[in-house]
Structures are given as structure tokens and as C-alpha cells.
Antibody, heavy 128, light 106 residues
Framework: QVQLQQSGPGLVMPSQTLSLTCVIS??????????WNWIRQSPTSGLEWLGR?????????DYAVSVKSRIVINPDTSKNQVTLHLNSVTPEDTAMYYC??????????????????WGQGTMVTVSS | IQLTQSPSFLSASVGDRVTITCRAS??????LAWYQQKPGKAPQLLIY???TLQSGVPSRFSGSGSGTDFTLTISSLQPEDFATYYC?????????FGQGTRLDIK
């Protein structure tokens, strides 16, 4: 079955870069149907979608406007993983971060898209 | 697209039938999913395409709606159903979630 294993530091200094890795097993980062997302959750902001990367003949990225100037999500086909980099972090970036697959149950019907596989989550605290 | 869930908190007993509502700020067809989250765990997909049950999800869960108004119904609450529930739209980016409905034991 598909699993997502996250890793990365739990503490990041303000103004530094938050970097997390998500290793994919049971699926391919280059799948023509899946997209690989990062979502965070905090008591103040709830569940917040940050961005995604996906392959459809070429690589694509989409990012939330709120973090667009600070975020990069990269696929690594050699290791079948995706990485999140969020720079210039502040305490407001403190949250639980999730790597999440979105995948349509029916490849011909986009309404069946959903976040069906979630990583275990990484709690990241931004503090000096 | 903003999603507003109601109620934000719900207290119910085992065996009760409960309904949670999700309203979208504009029409989203049936591009809506529901998730359940238990403390310390990642959210889990319950329903996609507004009304289709994810594989392995008990049939006491059901979803309905299209356009701007959606509901999640649990027909007979079980002890393991006490959790927080979120709706989420896939109609347009950025993807957004509702604020959540916390379901507690009465």
C-alpha cells in the first residue's frame, strides 16, 4: 500500500529555512495521476494547503499565495521523494506539517480527487 | 473559496444520528471531500465527490449536496466516531478546508 514517510527537524530558528522530506513508497513521484502536497495545521490557522508538485508530461508546481514568495517544493525521482523548503520562517510558521497525496479514485473524473494518503506529520517549532 | 462548517462543536451520545453542514462561498459542484481527525493523528479521508464513501469507511457515514451546500451524516454514532471533522474543496486553487466540527461525547 502507499505510504509517506516524513523526516526533518522539529526546531527551526527564525529567519532560517524549514526543510522537510517525504519518501514515497507504493507509488511513484512521477505518477501521471497523483500530486504531492504539503499541508500544515496549527490551532490559529487550522488546515492550510501550502502547495504541490506533480508530473503531467512535465513537472508542475502550485503554491498558496500566502507563502508563494518563500516556498519551493521539489520532486526527487532518484529517491522517489518530495522536499519542502520554506524560507524566512517566523513563529507564525510553527505548525504540524503533513505530506499528502491527492489522487482521483476515477482517473477520468476529476470530482473524485481527494487527499487519500497522509504522512505521519512533523511538528515544526520556529523559535530561537 | 471559503468553507464554513456548522456547528463548530457538537455534543452527542452513542447511537445518535448527527449531521454536519459545510457551506461554500461559491458553487463547487461536487468537488468536496470530508475527513475525520483524531487527536495526535493525521486526517483520514471519509468521503469524496461529496457523496462517495472511501474504501473501508463504515456505511453509517454518508455525504450529500452539490453547489454550495453539503452535509455529512453519521447515522448511528459509535464510540470511535468522536473526533473532529473537516470538509475540503477541490473545485479551484487554492484548496481550502472548513474550520472543523469537533464531535464530543455527551
Amino acid at each position: 500500500q502507499v505510504q509517506l514517510q516524513q523526516s526533518g527537524p522539529g526546531l527551526v530558528m527564525p529567519s532560517q529555512t524549514l526543510s522537510l522530506t517525504c519518501v514515497i513508497s507504493g507509488d511513484s513521484v512521477s505518477s501521471n495521476y497523483a500530486a504531492w502536497n504539503w499541508i500544515r495545521q496549527s490551532p490559529t490557522s487550522g488546515l492550510e494547503w501550502l502547495g504541490r508538485t506533480y508530473y503531467r508530461s512535465r513537472w508542475h508546481n502550485d503554491y498558496a499565495v500566502s507563502v508563494k514568495s518563500r516556498i519551493v517544493i521539489n520532486p526527487d525521482t532518484s529517491k522517489n521523494q518530495v522536499t519542502l523548503h520554506l524560507n524566512s520562517v517566523t513563529p507564525e510558521d510553527t505548525a504540524m506539517y503533513y505530506c499528502v497525496r491527492d489522487h482521483p479514485a476515477d482517473h477520468s473524473d476529476s470530482t473524485t480527487d481527494a487527499f487519500d494518503i497522509w504522512g505521519q506529520g512533523t511538528m515544526v517549532t520556529v523559535s530561537s | 473559496i471559503q468553507l464554513t462548517q456548522s456547528p463548530s462543536f457538537l455534543s452527542a451520545s452513542v447511537g445518535d444520528r448527527v449531521t454536519i453542514t459545510c457551506r461554500a462561498s461559491q458553487g463547487i459542484s461536487t468537488y468536496l471531500a470530508w475527513y475525520q481527525q483524531k487527536p495526535g493523528k493525521a486526517p483520514q479521508l471519509l468521503i469524496y465527490a461529496a457523496s462517495t464513501l472511501q474504501s473501508g469507511v463504515p456505511s453509517r457515514f454518508s455525504g450529500s449536496g452539490s453547489g454550495t451546500d453539503f452535509t455529512l451524516t453519521i447515522s448511528s454514532l459509535q464510540p470511535e466516531d468522536f473526533a473532529t471533522y473537516y470538509c475540503q474543496q477541490f473545485n479551484s486553487y487554492p484548496i481550502t478546508f472548513g474550520q472543523g466540527t469537533r464531535l464530543d461525547i455527551k
